[in-house]
Structure formats: C-alpha cells, structure tokens
C-alpha cells in the first residue's frame, strides 16, 4: 500500500516536472563539473544513459593538470526545447567551423552539413549514423567539443538547418538567374532531436581540437592501457581449429620466425554458437586446461571469440531466461545486462573454465547489428529499460563486464568489440567490422581519434600480394596488429612473393612497441589517442586552410561544409605520420604540416609544411618523423617483454636539435601502475660540448619499474 501511494507520488510529480518543461525553452545552468568541463540539464533525463552504462568516473587529476579553458561558446546561443515528449537540442556554428566526430565514420572526416541518425548498427556503407560506435560527441575546428550524454537515437543536423529568426540566415536566391544559387545555403547551428524527455549535456574547452578531445577522453577515465602483448601481433584461427591445429600454427609462427604473441578462437571452440553456450567444445578442445597451458609455455595468450546471445544449451540459459528480453537472436536469449544479477550470472560462466584457466580476452561479436538480426525496438527488457537504450549500450556494458573479472585478477586484457559508445574510451577494447575497404578503414582509423574508440584495419585475405603487403603494413601501425582468418585460414605468409616484406613488417610492429606502449600511456594518462587524425595536429589546420582559402570557401560563400578531405594519412604517436599505400598505388601525395618532416628509414629531411609527393615499393609504408622526433625501438622479438623481462632500447632520432621524449615503462601486465607502481623516463637529446648531438636517458626513481636494459643511439639525420 506505501509503495503504492509512493510509486504514485513519484509519477506525479515527474508528470508534473514534465508538464512544466514541455513546450519551454529551457533555461541551461551550466555547472563546471572538471577544469574545462561544463555540464547542464535539459529537461528530465533518463536515468540509464551512456556513461552510466559505460560506469565511466572522471580522471580528476589528469583533467585538473589540463587546466582551466574558458567557456567556449557564447552561453545565449545554446538552446533546448521539450517539445512532444522529445528533447531538441542548438548549439552556435561560426561561418569556417569545421565538424569532427559523431562516432566511427568511414567515409568522410568532415561532418559540418551532414545529417545522421546516431544509431548502433553494423556500418552498411554510408555515413548516416548508423556505425559501429554512433558517439554523440563533435569537436569543432573551433577548438571545443560537444557531448549529449543520451543512450537514445540522437538525430543530428551538423549545419544544415536554416531558422527563419536567425540573424545569419542567408538572402534567399533566385536559382534561375543567380549562379550562386546553393542547395544548402549557410546554417549557422548544430541542431539535435534527442528522443526523450530530457538529457545532460557537456561542453569541453580548448583551446585546441586535441585539447577538446583529451578532456572528452579524460572526463570519461582516460584512455585504456593494454598489456604489452596486447601490443604486439595477433592471428585468428579458422573457425572450426581444433587444439592440435590451433598448437600447429602457433608453432609453424616461431619456425617461421613471425611474431604472435595471442591467437584469437574463433566460433567453434564453443560446442554451440549463433547462439552460443560459452562452453568449450569437447570434441575439438578435449582438454581446455592443458591446451592453455601449452600455449602459455609457447609464449601464446589466448583470446575467445563470442556473441552475447544465449543458446537453450548454455549452462547459465536456465538462470538468464526470466533476466533476458523478450526477443531472441538466432534463438538465442538477450540477457539484460543492465541487472546486476544477469551480469553475475554471465561473468561467472566466463570465469569458470575459461578466465580461471588463463584465457586473456574476448572478441565480443554481433553486438553491433544488422537491425535484421538483432532485438528490434519493441523488445521488453526486464529493467524497464528500453530495447533502443540497450542497443546504444549494449556493447560498452559487454566491454566493461569481461574487463572487470580481469581488473578483479590483476592482470590486463586486450580485446575486440563490434559496438561502443561514449565512455569505452577506458576499455580496453578495439572495434572491427566485416566491412572490407582498405581505404575506408583508414577513413575509420581517422574518425576514431575524435570519439574516444580505438580501431584496427584487420587484415582478413587479399586478393594479390601486392594488397596484402599493403593491408599489412597499415595494420602494423594501428592499435591491434591483427590477422583475422576466421573463414579463409590467411597466414601472414600465405603470399610468398611479399613474404618477406610482410615479415619484416611485422617485426616493425615489434621494434616499435616501446614507442606505443609510451603513447597509450599519454592516452592513459593524458587522453591524447594513439592514432590520430591530421586535424588534431598542430600546424596541419593552418596548412589545410591556407589550401582552402586558395580554393572554394572564398569563391564560393555557401560553400562552408565543403572542405578539402584528408583521409588517408594519420598520425601515430607524438610523432609518426603514416600515409598508406593501397592497392595499385606506388605512389601518393602526403600533406607534411608546419615545420620540417623526416623520412622514418633513412633519417632524410622529406618536406616543410609542404605538400610533397613520394613512391615506396613494397617493402615500404611511407612514415614520417616530426622534427625532434624520438623514437625509442627494441630488438625485432617474436614475444612481447613478460612481466620483468628486460629488453634493450635502440633510440632513432630525427633533426639536428636538442628534443625530449617521455617513455613510459610499467610491469606491463597488471593493475599495479594504478597504484603509482610505473615511470617515466625523461629521454633527453642535447648538443655537447663538441657541437655533436648526444642522448641521455633518465633513471627511475627508487623502486620504481625499470625494464631497460642496453641503449644504443641513432641519429638518422646527418
Ligand atoms: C563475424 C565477425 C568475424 C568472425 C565471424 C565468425 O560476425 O565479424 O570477424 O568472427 O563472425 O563467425
């Protein structure tokens, strides 16, 4: 009877919130909730949303290093109306802002004059929204980034509505006679429909685009640390491998003399899948327990292939059926992973014979889409939340579920994931999909830099040496060096006539770990991403504009979301510039921003905020080193270091002056750096006293990690 009258009370004066909100502009109180970060409310918001399903918690400290910024728009021009049970959203857009984000595109970099409806799904070929990780997050040209913290479909104008009020609307034309006459005159917002009744919005400063993003990626735990062998090279088994086959390969990699370090099972180490049992197949894998162990011995992880949905056989299908949605997929029950109680029930069937016997990760599958295939939004789910609520998440709480039982375990995983969303960035998980365009996985690598998600160009077959070599290379230099051969059984020799390239590639990977392993650390403890797009590189904006002033903005006024793409080189790391060759090319033009650029083999000056043009055979990718750059490399090892294991350094540097570069060094494997238990070692480049440039490294403080065992110096620039 109390909880009657109490539950009634509640609905009443949500009702009555509600009705005094419909219809009203809403007056925003912006609070500054982390140096930099302002947050207000519009309307009631829903209490499940993306970080609360992401269980992200601020990196106080890192944001607090950051700075204050100031507010970066101009606070009357933000606006939010609840109109029809629907929260609509505006922020200000300058004439020149350009747009970045709104989730893993693949196509397109620039995003001002697009409308998308944000919206997990697998990526079916056109930038609308629907991807793999739709993150309600934009960074502008302007240096700021905005972020709906909604787990609904967010429909976005990103520049295209034009309000009859505005004071910026542009003159109608006459399209008979006036040739300026333009299918999409000048909007002057980015105007959003969120599907609900309220939501938290959150604004980042500046003052430049990478400093929106860090604060984006701080503000939501900071960037994931893999374990060093997370870093380095993974291969994909068939998916019906048996053990012995699966010990074979590892064994024909080390006869080879590739690197491996983890092989992902794919479907048929489970007895069932689509749906699955999350149970080992005995026929196949007679002995879980000694198969690990064997691969450990080799000095191999093990990372298991799975989707969420539950097969009638599963030992835990009984205990999840009342905790699942009302739709199936492939027959398979949805548990509710927003209950507490489902998600015990799920962790412990991965702990069991799995976790507990030494399995390193997951590559959790299907969680992404096809509509066609997965619950549709009229699904019931036990919480009360919404089908369309799960959809936005489900792939982030899959993620922040299994990485859990590793943190309980002190050891670190490195997994795949097909969906995220706002708060993965402190998973360590990357996305990957079937879609198969070399080009347009780069465009992807790109996108990712700007929602806080990390992505690897898998590498699954090719058609010809020549795009194999070339898939390769650009994997190499991606957040997972990955061969997925799950269905054709590829093996990174399987093209004998680029097999030593591919080789050699590969053990670039591996000599380059240091220098990842420190750059993840920056986006660990600093939010910078690994891999980055050319937008967040200083001196590339003013390159690229320049370019576009000397083209179409000026000739033409209406032509704002028009800008020159670039979306196929990148940065990785502080200093690396990659610009990938693909199929058929042998060579390409590379946009080198402000100052002097080396090339990353022989240390030659290549270009100073220029445009240049370069060929590379197939033994290379061309990478490029900024000015000062410093490169700290290990020998070319088929495993990463373990846990303790020394490994020498060879320090590449590039230019003629004195530079510094911060490497990061931990026990990397586990939790420990969390509690203070990592360094940084200051590499410090000078000019002696004879005019010569010389290296010095800096030592741990007492008791602190340190890994390193003999340095070698090499000054490529002569
Ligand atoms: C797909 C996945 C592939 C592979 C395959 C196995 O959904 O994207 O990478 O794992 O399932 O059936």
Redesign the pocket.
């Known amino acids: 009877m109390y909880n009657k009258s109490k539950r009634l009370r509640t609905y009443l004066l949500v009702l009555i919130l509600l009705c005094s909100t419909v219809g009203k502009s809403q007056d925003l109180t912006w609070t500054e909730v982390a140096p930099g970060v302002w947050k207000a409310t519009a309307g009631i918001p829903d209490k499940f949303d993306l970080l609360s399903a992401a269980e992200s918690k601020p990196a106080m400290e890192a944001l607090g290093r950051l700075g204050t910024g100031t507010f970066p728009l101009p606070k009357g021009e933000i606006a939010a109306e609840i109109i029809d049970g629907k929260t609509m959203l505006r922020f200000p857009l300058m004439k020149e802002e350009r747009l970045y984000g709104f989730g893993l595109n693949f196509k397109t970099v620039q995003q001002r004059g697009k409308i998308l409806q944000l919206h997990v799904d697998h990526y079916g070929g056109t930038d609308n929204g629907r991807t793999h990780a739709p993150v309600p997050f934009y960074v502008s040209s302007q240096g700021y980034g905005v972020f709906v913290n909604s787990a609904r479909y967010i429909t976005v104008y990103a520049g295209t509505a034009v309000r009859k009020d505005s004071p910026n609307a542009p003159e109608p034309k006459d399209r008979n006679t006036d040739k300026k006459w333009n299918s999409q005159p000048y909007s002057d917002a980015v105007e959003m429909v969120v599907p609900t009744t309220g939501t938290d919005i959150y604004l980042f400063a500046g003052p430049t685009p990478l400093d929106a993003v860090r604060r984006f990626n701080l503000f939501n735990g900071g960037g994931c640390l893999p374990p060093r062998w997370g870093l380095g090279f993974t291969q994909?088994v068939r998916?019906l491998f048996t053990a012995d086959q699966v010990m074979e390969e590892a064994k024909a990699f080390a006869e080879k003399g590739y690197p491996l370090d983890f092989i992902?099972l794919?479907?048929g180490w489970q007895s069932k899948?689509?749906p699955c049992t999350l149970e080992w197949d005995k026929s196949r894998f007679p002995d879980p327990v000694g198969f690990v162990k064997t691969m450990q011995a080799m000095g191999i992880r093990l990372n298991l292939?799975t989707?969420p949905y539950l097969s009638p056989d599963s030992p835990i299908y009984g205990n999840l059926k009342s905790l699942s949605g009302t739709h199936t997929v492939w027959g398979g029950i949805v548990p509710d992973l927003t209950l507490p109680e489902a998600r015990k029930i799920y962790s412990d069937q991965l702990l069991k014979d799995q976790i507990s016997i030494g399995i390193s990760g997951y590559?959790v599958?299907?969680c992404d889409g096809y509509d066609r295939w997965l619950w549709p939004d009229v699904a019931k789910f036990p919480s009360g939340n919404s089908a369309e609520q799960l959809r936005q998440t489900y792939g982030v709480m899959l993620q922040k579920m299994t990485s859990d039982l590793y943190r309980r375990q002190n050891s670190r995983t490195f997994g795949?994931v097909?969906a995220s969303n706002a708060g993965g960035v402190s998973l360590p998980y990357v996305i990957?999909?079937?879609y198969y365009s070399h080009e347009d996985f780069i465009t992807a690598l790109i996108n990712s830099s700007f929602s806080g998600v990390l992505w690897t160009p898998?590498v699954?077959g090719s058609k010809t040496g020549e795009e194999w070599v070339r898939r390769m290379q650009s994997v190499c230099f991606s957040p997972m060096a990955m061969i997925?051969a799950?269905?054709d059984g590829t093996k990174p020799w399987s093209f004998p006539e680029v097999e030593k390239e591919v080789k050699a590639i590969a053990l670039l990977r591996m000599q380059l770990m240091p220098y990842f392993y420190s750059e993840f650390a920056k986006y660990h403890f600093e939010g910078t991403p690994p891999f980055r797009a050319m937008n967040l590189e200083p001196g590339f904006a003013a390159k690229v504009q320049t370019e576009l002033k000397n083209s179409n903005l000026s000739e033409n006024p209406y032509a704002e979301a028009v800008t020159k793409e670039v979306k196929d080189q990148y940065m990785a790391g502080e200093y690396l510039l990659v610009a990938p060759l693909f199929k058929g090319q042998t060579e390409r033009t590379v946009i080198l921003p402000q100052g002097k650029w080396y090339d990353f083999y022989t240390g030659i000056l290549a270009g100073e905020g220029e445009v240049i043009k370069v060929t590379a055979g197939l033994d290379k990718i061309p990478v490029f080193v900024k000015e000062g750059g410093i490169i700290p490399m290990m020998p070319p090892v088929l495993h990463s270091p373990a846990k303790g294991e020394k490994f020498d350094l060879e320090i590449r540097c590039y230019g003629n002056k004195p530079a510094s570069y911060e490497l990061y060094d931990d026990d990397g494997e586990t939790f420990d750096y969390e509690k203070g238990l990592y360094s940084w070692r200051r590499i410090t480049v000078a000019i002696d006293k004879k005019g010569k440039l010389a290296g010095s490294v800096s030592k741990p403080l007492k008791g602190l990690p340190d890994n390193l065992g003999n340095v070698t110096w090499k000054f490529m620039t002569r």
């Open positions: 994909r998916s992902g794919e479907p899948s689509y292939w989707n590559k599958d299907e795949l097909r990957y999909n079937d898998e699954r997925n799950w269905s």
